[in-house]
């Protein structure tokens, strides 16, 4: 898999493939079946938009929720980790070490909606110990972009 | 009121001094004065990087200045700056130079370009300087009381300082060639075996070499050739390097010269009574850049690289003969098609197109009837640049 391809198109999904080619060096052909074949094997999963909703004003509510649970034999943490990630609400599941097992990142419309789907849906689960829920207070910076306010950068427009 | 008594010298005498009055005023100070009047242009006539320096650099500088190392550095900068970047030319070069004696951080290569010519040239030596060239040359020759013997280079050669033809301008006041490879205007890089053949022409007739390599870290296929790192070169060698190209520090002002213990110590008297030394703060910087931009550059140079072949092939696409630049940032294509001199097809591209690019002429007589476009700016710029110039030369081929 060529890697220079991805990261073209992780920076900037838009870029067609013929721009990927005159950037890569590499024939249009191969390019298109590099991508085809990344999108098949789910190396593309998907190509998004990454939207600052809350400039958008739509009301979101984010938590990081940590989840304490007992590993069953021969299916370890990935049972009850499929059981949370099913439910859409949970937008991230992550395995982690240290003092919970998963970090699981919810969204809802509202803190109720979000705190009942915590106690009702997660904490519920058979194999959950415990939970503790963390809102979000406010995003400074999310996958590499900050939210608000960028650097005011301004070159000499000529110069030798 | 007071009146200057100079002025009114009934001799007429000038203010200016002659060898300041002899050096021709910027070229690009038209356009300058122009854009500054216009909105909504896409300027390829840009001369660096378009990131901002790297956050760990800025932090390292902003703690030095917060731990209050604000005083002079020694004059040849900060010995721990000099000793990683002894070993930095040595692991990339394979040159050893001796970070107390053979190392000077300079506020740029402007100054280093500067202190080097002034330490070498006696009145009427003759400094041999490739054509089309970064700006400066001529001038920091002309200042130090040299005189310069131009090279053409061309086109057809991609640009590049043939041997035969430099031999050609040789005389028994040449003091020393002038390179700037990879080079700022036409992204022409000299491989080993040319510049090899560059290095037996100065051994032959023993004149020196300065060597400016800003944008070293700037190749894009293969690697760059350090001149000192040429057989029996070091002896003979100024080499020139910064870290605004390479670490996008312009506005840091920090560069070096690497060359032997006697040249730096010339080098230093003068640096020490103009300059004294670099900023403290932006050395610390650099020693940031140094010891932890590896990453950084790599990512970049990655990344001009596919803007690169975006600009080229456009360039050319447009019918506009462009060899590939194998170097630094601009693409340098031919305007010749157009039957337009370069600044009046740049005065008219920016008034009519709204695209800024630099005429050729700038930088000598053999750069007249290209010019400058560099890539360092966003891909969509490139893009939409590249269209607007369809536009320009399809009304003015039609």
């Not at chain 1, 024939?27 to 958008?56: C, D, G, H, S």
């Not at chain 2, 596919?306 to 050319?316: E, I, T």
Request: glycine share 8%.
């Amino acid at each position: 898999m060529n890697l220079d391809i991805l990261k073209i198109l992780e920076k900037d999904a838009r870029v067609e493939p013929d721009q990927i080619a005159v950037m890569t060096g590499l024939p249009v052909a191969q390019v298109k079946q590099e991508i085809a074949q990344a999108e098949r094997e789910r190396i593309i999963l998907r190509y998004r938009t990454f939207v600052n909703w809350e400039k958008a004003g739509a009301e979101q509510v984010w938590a990081l929720i940590e989840v304490r649970v007992a590993p069953q034999r021969g299916a370890g943490f990935d049972a009850i980790a499929e059981r949370i990630y099913r439910f859409p609400e949970a937008r991230s599941v992550y395995l982690v070490s240290g003092a919970y097992d998963l970090a699981v990142q919810v969204v809802g419309h509202t803190m109720k909606e979000v705190a009942s789907f915590v106690s009702e849906k997660l904490a519920s689960l058979d194999g959950v110990q415990g939970t503790t829920t963390h809102f979000l207070l406010k995003k400074y910076k999310e996958d590499g972009e900050i939210m608000e306010g960028t650097e005011d950068r301004s070159r000499l427009a000529i110069a030798p | 009121m007071a009146t200057t008594p100079l002025a009114r010298s009934p001799r007429q005498r000038s203010i200016v001094s002659r060898r300041v009055r002899s050096i021709a005023p910027s070229g690009i100070r038209k356009f300058f004065d122009l854009l500054a009047s216009m909105d909504d242009v896409i300027s390829l006539g840009v001369g660096e990087p378009d990131y901002a320096t790297p956050w760990h650099i800025r932090e390292a500088a902003i703690y030095s200045i917060e731990k209050g190392q604000t005083s002079y550095t020694s004059n040849y900068g900060l010995l721990e700056l000099r000793q990683e970047l002894a070993r930095h030319i040595a692991g990339r070069y394979g040159v050893e130079y001796d970070p107390r004696a053979e190392l000077l951080i300079t506020v740029g290569v402007s100054e280093g370009l500067d202190l080097a010519m002034r330490a070498i040239l006696d009145p009427g030596d003759e400094v041999v300087v490739p054509d089309p060239c970064y700006v400066s040359y001529s001038p920091c020759v002309t200042l130090a009381g040299g005189l310069v013997t131009s090279v053409s280079t061309c086109l057809g050669n991609d640009f590049k300082l043939r041997p035969d033809d430099l031999e050609d301008k040789i005389s028994p006041r040449t003091k020393a060639v002038l390179l700037g490879y990879p080079s700022n205007p036409t992204g022409a890089v000299m491989s080993k075996e040319e510049l090899a053949a560059i290095a037996e022409v100065a051994e032959r007739h023993d004149f020196l070499v300065v060597s400016d390599e800003i944008y070293d870290r700037l190749v894009y296929d293969g690697e760059h050739t350090c001149f000192s790192s040429l057989p029996g070169m070091k002896e003979r060698t100024i080499v020139l390097g910064g870290f605004s190209k390479a670490y996008a520090m312009t506005g840091w002002r920090i560069g070096y010269a690497a060359a032997r213990a006697e040249i730096i110590e010339a080098m230093m008297k003068v640096h020490q009574y103009t300059l004294m030394c670099a900023p403290a703060m932006a050395q610390n910087a650099a020693l940031e850049a140094l010891r932890w931009g590896e990453e950084d550059v790599r990512e970049m140079v990655e990344d001009y690289n596919r803007r690169r072949r975006v600009m080229v092939k456009g360039l050319n696409d447009l019918g506009l003969q462009t060899f590939e630049p194998k170097g630094a940032f601009y693409a340098f294509p031919s305007i010749a098609s157009t039957g337009l001199s370069s600044e009046d097809f740049a005065e008219r591209l920016l008034f009519e197109e709204k695209v800024a690019v630099v005429p050729g002429n700038t930088f000598g007589r053999c750069g007249e009837g290209h010019v400058r476009c560099c890539y360092a700016t966003s891909l969509d710029q490139i893009n939409e640049a590249l269209s607007r110039m369809a536009c320009f030369l399809s009304k003015l081929r039609s």
